[in-house]
């Protein structure tokens, strides 16, 4: 395979053995000998060529330098296969290389398993994969639109801002704005801007209980598939609370951090640590592929009644397909989604 069709197979990987919980090696191989680099690769090629299974990939990682080749780790003892792979690929350079004639070459080995925290550098992007020029100018465009739609909703909504503060201000004690810490694109932490609905020092337990009972339900409850994402009649609510979260007014200072270029206009909401903590390696990705938003797909598909699951493919979707245009119909969906309630507390 073309470096690209390889880094491209090499993402695919990575996210089947997310989705399935699978383990898959990668053998990276350089040669150093530069008076017969073509000869001696042709060679090698030609022989991993006989020794690999059908599911293995073979490509340049790095056209003309370095040779990748990928074997899936299913159903076999991840550690005692790469061994065997390592031995299998050493014994063929071994066999192609002539010393004498000064060839040397370097053999990297990883091994990428969904239940360890250690993500292999070279795997992070499909290995820092190029961008097309198309999605650099998309991204461009959405940062234009996100920059020029949360200026206009400040300016706008600014009565609304003094509104709300004065009532949260007056019908609870504690300060007007809640700060939270979210993990934000590509695991990084920022602080989130809401508008305080909760009483000061309210436990956080509550909360994280009942996100660890929403990520992982009983896959054999029929009630999981209603499971609403926040938390009904919430103890912890202060009374205007349950109105502004009921018709997201809450969430208006929201609009600063798309502003300083914490989050977007349309995107996947920006979970908690202790969220990003209980989720599968697939559910990561949907903190790694996009920047988070005040609303997004599922929000106006379902809101919050939806399954954790399903919630995470919608916004692995949006990552993937995401333009200006559909930022913008998300945009024009989300009053209707937030006037009808649904899910919404």
């Not at 042709?42 to 340049?60: C, F, H, N, P, Y």
């Not at 780790?73 to 066999?95: I, N, Y």
Request: aromatic residues 8%.
């Amino acid at each position: 395979m073309s470096e690209e069709l390889f880094r491209d197979a090499l993402v695919r990987e990575r996210k089947r053995a997310d989705r399935f919980e699978e383990t898959f090696a990668l053998v990276l191989i350089s040669l150093n000998s530069h008076a017969a680099r073509q000869s001696r690769w042709r060679q090698l090629l030609e022989a991993l060529s006989q020794t690999k299974l059908d599911t293995d990939v073979i490509g340049w990682f790095e056209q003309g330098s370095v040779l990748g080749l990928v074997r899936s780790l299913a159903d076999r003892d991840p550690k005692e296969t790469a061994a065997a792979l390592a031995a299998t690929v050493r014994g063929e350079l071994v066999r192609c290389l002539r010393p004498e004639n000064g060839d040397s070459c370097s053999i990297r080995l990883e091994v990428y398993s969904p239940h360890s925290d250690r993500i292999p550098p070279v795997l992070l992007d499909g290995g820092h994969q190029r961008r097309k020029p198309q999605e650099v100018a998309r991204d461009a465009a959405k940062r234009v639109l996100d920059i020029a739609g949360s200026t206009a909703f400040l300016i706008a909504f600014s009565p609304v801002f003094f509104l709300v503060s004065a009532l949260v201000k007056l019908t609870s004690k504690g300060p007007v704005f809640f700060r939270q810490q979210r993990v934000g694109e590509a695991g990084r932490p920022f602080m989130m801007l809401k508008f305080r609905t909760m009483h000061v020092n309210a436990d956080d337990r509550i909360h994280q209980q009942y996100v660890e009972s929403f990520i992982r339900p009983c896959e054999t409850s029929e009630s999981s598939k209603n499971v609403v994402f926040k938390i009904v009649d919430d103890p912890r609510v202060t009374p205007i609370g349950h109105f502004l979260r009921k018709s997201s007014l809450d969430e208006l200072p929201q609009f600063w951090n798309v502003l300083k270029g914490q989050m977007s206009l349309v995107g996947p909401r920006p979970p908690l640590q202790y969220e990003v903590a209980r989720y599968k390696r697939w559910h990561r990705r949907r903190v790694m592929e996009a920047r988070p938003g005040i609303t997004g797909l599922w929000q106006v598909t379902g809101r919050s009644r939806t399954t954790f699951d399903e919630m995470v493919r919608l916004d692995l979707r949006y990552a993937r397909d995401y333009s200006v245009w559909t930022d913008l119909k998300i945009l024009l969906a989300t009053p209707r989604a937030v006037i009808s309630g649904r899910g919404a507390h």
